[in-house]
Structures are given as structure tokens and as C-alpha cells.
């Protein structure tokens, strides 16, 4: 990753209570000012509260998936001017937090900014607007716009005319009538409730200009449908969007410490010599993989779509209906 991660610790990032501003204070406030806006990774590492798999609370430090997006996205806005990217992952990397901290930057430190997002069932929704809640509740007060609205779909900041909406693909008959939108991010879009119409929508709200921004996210969910469609285009280079894989075996938690009477199978060694992976991370593999219906040793269809290594792994199989 280009940028460095030696950021500066929260208290020489903000002043203790009471304290009072001088000249020096104020230019160092200024240029924090000028390294949140141009660091995604700062502005996270030192603003940004997120709930941890833990259930605790913490600063949100980015892991090297989300490294990894957040750079392939620096690129293409590099690049083009806007974002448009199909994000096709394994479970649990972070990548709602990665979009939640960067659409809530995005949305409170900008005027006119309109974000929305699309999950595939009614809990999803809620946790993330819960997210986005939670960074607002947290935040810096010199770095949260006051709300003239909320409830439990919407937040206006209606100082700056900004503000999210969130929303369900079962629930809604598609976006783009009336409607603009500068930040899109559609969750689990693998498994939305007419998909067609909502991309159809989602590609009408968010007009081909500057700095607009639209992330589909999703695991895979079988060969077929407007997710596996478009990824085939985006990976052949036939759309505008970049198509992002990022595999299980980035997260730094899928390991665990065999047994003395652990042992890989011929299929098991194979793939974890194809990968690069130690023993931790297989044995995790090799249990995640029976817990997910797997005969032991023999990775099934079901493991290899919830964490897959390559794209065409997640996609071989024909999803829940397989």
C-alpha cells in the first residue's frame, strides 16, 4: 500500500477538554484536517468507532482486504473520476465497515451529498444503518454535522444538505425515479429480490459524474443471475465497473492451532500449497468446511462459495439450489 500507516495517536490528534485554541493548535488542527480528507485510513483509524467481531467497541483499523479495496478504488477514481466496482468476497472481511466509514466521511464532510443503501433482507438493513448510526454517535464533534432528521431510515444533515437512506431489495420497487444519488453501496446484492430492476435503478439514480460513487458488494450465490452477470462483464473489462475478489484467507482471524492428530489431506496439501497457506489456516479451513456440510479433508460447494480463494471457485456451484 503507498500510504503510510503511522498515523497520529488520537491525543495528539485532538485536545483535551476545556483546552484552549492557539495559532499552532489551529494549524495543526489544519493540517489534520487536510490528512482526513485525503486518508481514508487516518480518518478511520482515529474517528471511526466500530462494533468489533468481539461485540466490543474500537477504533477501526483497516485489515489488509480492506487495504487492498481501499487502494484498487484510489485507483480508479485516479483514474476515471468516480467509482464504479463489484467488490466479490468471502464472509466477514469488513467490507461493510470499509464502506460505512468511507460513505459517512464522504456524506458529512461534503455539501449535497446523498447516499444510499440496499441490502437484501430487512436485518441487513438495519445493522447497517445501525453502523452508520454508531460512527455519527461517536464522532468528534468538529467532525459531525448536527442532524435535522432521523429514524430508522434515514439521517439528514441538513446543514449541509447531506444525508443517508437506507433501504430493502424486497421492500422497494427499484431505484432512479425522481431520485439522485451520489453514493450507492449495495450489500449482498447477490441475493436481491429483483435484481434486474434494482441495478437498472441504481445506475439511472447515480449520474456519470465526478466523484459519484456506486460499490456492489456480495458473496456469490451460483452461477447466474445480475451479480454473476455483471462480474463476468466488469472481469473481462466489457463494463465500466472493476471487478475486486477478495479471498478468505486475508482475514487474520480465520486460523487455528491443530492438534497433536491433525493432519492434512492429499486435497487439503494441494490447495494449501496453490494458496500459500500454513497449517493454522487449514486447520480453520478444514472445520469451517465440515461445519458447513464438507466431508472432512474434501472441501464441499458450500465452503467454497461462503470462502472461496479465486472467483471461479465462488461461482462453480448453482447456489442455494445446488
Same mark, same amino acid.
Given at each position: ?16 477538554? @476545556? ?12 493540517? *489534520? +484536517?487536510? =490528512?482526513? #480528507? &485525503?486518508? $481514508? ?13 468481539? @461485540? ?10 480492506q487495504?487492498? *479495496? +481501499?487502494? =484498487?478504488? #484510489? &485507483?480508479? $477514481? ?6 464504479r ?42 445493522s ?16 459531525r ?26 421492500n ?74 477478495l ?21 487439503e ?10 497449517i ?23 465452503f ?5 480463494s479465486?472467483?471461479t ?5 448453482s447456489?442455494?439450489?445446488?
Amino acid at each position: 500500500c503507498p500510504f503510510s500507516y503511522h498515523f497520529p495517536t488520537r491525543a495528539q490528534c485532538f485536545r483535551p477538554a @476545556g483546552m484552549t485554541t492557539d495559532k499552532d493548535d489551529a494549524a495543526r488542527l489544519a493540517r *489534520l +484536517d487536510a =490528512l482526513y #480528507r &485525503q486518508n $481514508l485510513a487516518a480518518y478511520s483509524a482515529t474517528l471511526v468507532v466500530i462494533k468489533t467481531k468481539s @461485540g466490543k467497541q474500537n477504533y477501526f483499523e483497516f485489515n489488509r482486504a480492506q487495504r487492498h *479495496l +481501499d487502494e =484498487l478504488l #484510489r &485507483q480508479q $477514481l485516479e483514474r476515471i473520476g468516480m467509482i464504479r466496482a463489484l467488490v466479490l468476497k468471502a464472509r466477514q472481511l469488513g467490507i461493510s465497515s470499509y464502506i460505512a466509514s468511507r460513505y459517512y466521511k464522504k456524506t458529512s464532510m461534503n455539501g449535497g451529498q446523498r447516499t444510499y443503501i440496499l441490502t437484501h433482507e430487512d436485518a441487513s438493513t438495519q445493522s447497517l444503518f445501525e453502523m452508520a448510526k454508531r460512527i455519527h454517535d461517536n464522532m468528534e464533534a468538529d467532525y459531525r454535522p448536527a442532524t435535522t432528521m432521523a429514524n430508522v431510515n434515514e439521517m439528514e444533515f441538513g446543514g449541509i444538505d447531506s444525508g443517508y437512506r437506507v433501504g430493502t431489495a424486497k421492500n422497494v420497487s427499484g431505484l432512479g425515479r425522481g431520485t439522485t444519488i451520489q453514493n450507492f453501496h449495495g450489500s449482498e446484492c447477490g441475493f436481491w429480490a429483483r435484481a434486474d430492476m434494482h441495478f437498472a435503478g441504481v445506475m439511472q439514480a447515480v449520474p456519470k459524474m465526478p466523484h459519484t460513487e456506486v460499490i456492489l458488494e456480495s458473496t456469490a450465490n451460483g452461477v447466474g443471475g445480475t451479480f454473476y452477470d455483471q462480474w463476468q462483464l466488469a472481469e473481462a473489462g466489457q463494463s465500466e465497473f472493476i471487478a475486486i475478489f477478495l479471498p478468505w484467507y486475508w482475514a487474520d482471524e480465520y486460523r487455528q492451532v491443530p492438534n497433536a492428530d491433525f493432519e492434512m489431506s492429499p486435497d487439503e496439501r494441494e490447495y494449501a500449497e496453490l494458496f500459500g497457506l500454513d497449517i493454522e489456516q487449514m486447520c480453520w479451513a478444514h472445520f469451517k468446511n465440515i461445519e458447513l456440510g464438507g466431508d472432512p479433508g474434501e472441501f464441499g460447494w458450500m465452503f467454497r462459495q461462503e470462502y472461496p480463494s479465486t472467483a471461479t471457485e465462488a461461482f462453480q456451484t448453482s447456489g442455494t439450489d445446488s
